[in-house]
């Protein structure tokens, strides 16, 4: 190869996909020995932009001992429990080279500590991974997606107390040992980043906390969180060295509000509070900057001798990400300047671009700067395991939904991942959220929907679960076939 020679468009091995995770589409919440998890409870899981959360003790044990499924839309999923024969047919039929799925905790040790792990829940897995071996799809599996066990949340306050390493790591071993040689690509936390923004992370309650006490507990959990994804890249290399193990990060592309370094500054400081994660997981030691914003929020973290030899040693193998909108920092505001605060999507409005309907601002290209960016910083290889467009679909009455509006979002980010392939990025694959309409995380409603599949589901539960095609799913399996040239 010469110098002046660059990639152009998709490697041959892509890995084109899709993703979900257990909560949002397995249900089945109640039967074969499944315990619940935080998310199956609160709705929204808990999820909010500011320090404040509104997640009791109280709320939490009212929802364990409701029996309601209507009032908890999370706790039956698109039923892929009973359905995911035919879901991975489906994604077979598209073309799919990769499907990324979570694997939950309470399934597998129902009270999340158990002294035997639920045979039935083993077995659950070993049928979904059969299918995808099957069609010679890759599973990409998240061993913790939001959904620390119910009953863990209220023995220790979920992550916020060391001990919940140790269940952890019986978890993770179980796991790891059942299944590790039938999957070579694992990740360890969803979107550890948004630790410090509400219960769904941490499945920590800190409501009467002060802020300040709140941000310290926050942090204290999420350094048990990376302890707790060092022991699992232990264990995995322990048992089969040749598969991987990664980090996963929910990405917003942070830019400064104008040119005034004063922008650029706070711009650079809150992205830093977002790279902290993969600066920990792959560099393997908590970055400088970190220190002063500790210092400067009375923050102290009590490590535990060994814990950053583990981080050290341990570190992630690639660096996952989910992309879904870009985020505006402003450090002088004026009266016009619109705050975003609608569930996870943060920052100020960017007048350069549109936003969904639920205020997530849609910004293609701002997935080139991030993939150049972290390819820049840590030269390890690169995953986008979510991206997509949650919208309200109409399904026609000869059962088509014309989702042009799915298409051209997807069609508008692959553009500029491809061109970030072409500028020398490593990328492994792509794998859009959700190949199966799904619940929404934040709205606990079907109604936003992100698949390219629909499920006859409404908001309430109601409806036949059947599975009708999109015009997107005809697309998507174009653009799988000709590896990325037809868009
Ligand atoms: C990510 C989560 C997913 C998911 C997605 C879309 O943050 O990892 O679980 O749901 O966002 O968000 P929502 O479902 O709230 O629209």
Redesign the pocket.
Known sequence: MYATDYPHGFPAGFMWGGAS?AT?IEGAWNIDGKGLSGAECIVGGGQHNSTHDNVTKAALEKAITDQSTQRYPKRHGNDFYHHYKEDIKLMAEMGFKAYRFSISWSRIFPHGDDPAPNEQGLKFYDRVLAELHHYEIEPVVTLF??DTPAALTLKYNGWADRRIIRAAKRYTQTVLKRYANQVKYWMTF??INTGTTGFHATGAIDNDYSPAARLQLRYQALHHQFVAGAIATKQLREINPQSKMGCMI?RDQTYPATSNPTDVVLAQREDQLNLFYPDVQIRGEYPAYMNRYFSDHHIHIQMAAGDQELLKVYHADYLSF?YYTSRVSNSRPLASDKKITV??ARGFNNPYLKGTPWGWLIDPRGLRVTLNEFWDRYRVPLFIV?NGL?AVDQLTSTMKVHDDYRIAYLKEHIEQIKEAVSDGVKLIGYLM?SPIDIV????SEMS?RYGLVYVDLDDDGQGTYKRIRKDSFFWYQRVIETNGEKL
């Open positions: 995770a949002q997606h939001y969803n979107e929910g989910s569930n996870m979510e949650g959220w929404s995380f934040s709205t936003k």
